[in-house]
């Protein structure tokens, strides 16, 4: 497709329940990204991928969170035991090549809450 | 933040004046980008400036880099009430992940 989309746009979890949110990258791209961004503030860079392959995942916590891109599925980004402070709005972004100084094109999120 | 600190954190306008945002960061970079959120959307792109750029114009915007500061400015001519929005830069060290400041609220009134 033409843009980065993201379900689901609102996802609603019981703390210490499962939470998965998916995301499709745009046709052609070969890396994505995650980014968690709370309370409309700075966007804390989560994992990215090269394909299937991960490219860099200092961003994420070692505990609960994972994530996978596998050929022909949209990514996934899935925590388990969500926790109140996961509550946060879920961007991901891909980009052609990773190449500096490339522009990341972000899908319009998935809001998590935690209740 | 992990990178960039902006100011100011909001920022009010009357449509027509320029709006200037702030961007400093920590560490040494090959490029620096702005980016804007609307309101429940995701990131757009906006500009880019490469470490060896001082200044780049991009229709109202206008860009600005001073590495021995490490600091850049984002300047928004002529603004509209459709320019309100957050504005967020992100700095960028080799082909390394996007790092993000904490972003200007801008509000442009009509």
């Known amino acids: 497709g033409e843009e980065v989309a993201q379900t689901p746009k609102h996802l609603v979890r019981g703390e210490g329940q499962k939470a998965k949110l998916y995301c499709a990258p745009i046709?052609?791209?070969?890396?994505v990204f995650w980014y968690q961004q709370v309370l409309k503030n700075e966007f804390k860079f989560l994992i990215s991928?090269?394909?299937?392959?991960?490219?860099?995942e200092t961003g994420m916590p070692k505990e609960r969170f994972s994530a996978k891109c596998l050929p022909n599925s949209p990514c996934s980004l899935e925590i388990q035991a969500t926790k109140l402070e996961d509550s946060a709005v879920y961007f991901c972004?891909?980009?052609?090549?990773?190449?500096?100084?490339?522009?990341?094109?972000f899908g319009s999120g998935t809001q998590l809450s935690v209740l | 933040s992990q990178q960039g600190e902006e100011d100011p954190q909001a920022l009010s306008i009357q449509e027509g004046e320029n709006a200037t945002m702030n961007c400093s960061y920590k560490?040494?970079?090959?490029?620096l980008q702005w980016y804007r959120q609307n309101s429940g959307r995701g990131l757009v792109h906006l500009i880019l400036?490469?470490?060896?750029?001082r200044e780049k114009h991009s229709g109202r915007l206008r860009v600005t880099l001073d590495t021995s500061k490490k600091s850049s400015s984002l300047l928004i001519t002529a603004s509209r009430a459709a320019d309100t929005a957050s504005y967020f830069c992100?700095?960028?060290?080799?082909?390394?992940?996007?790092?993000f400041g904490t972003g200007t609220r801008l509000q442009v009134f009509p």
């Open positions: 046709k052609g791209h070969s890396y």
């Open positions: 991928f090269q394909n299937e392959n991960v490219f860099d």
């Open positions: 400036i490469r470490s060896n750029e």
């Open positions: 972004a891909s980009s052609r090549t990773g190449g500096e100084g490339e522009k990341l094109f």
């Open positions: 992100a700095t960028e060290r080799g082909t390394d992940k996007l790092i």
């Open positions: 560490t040494s970079i090959n490029n």
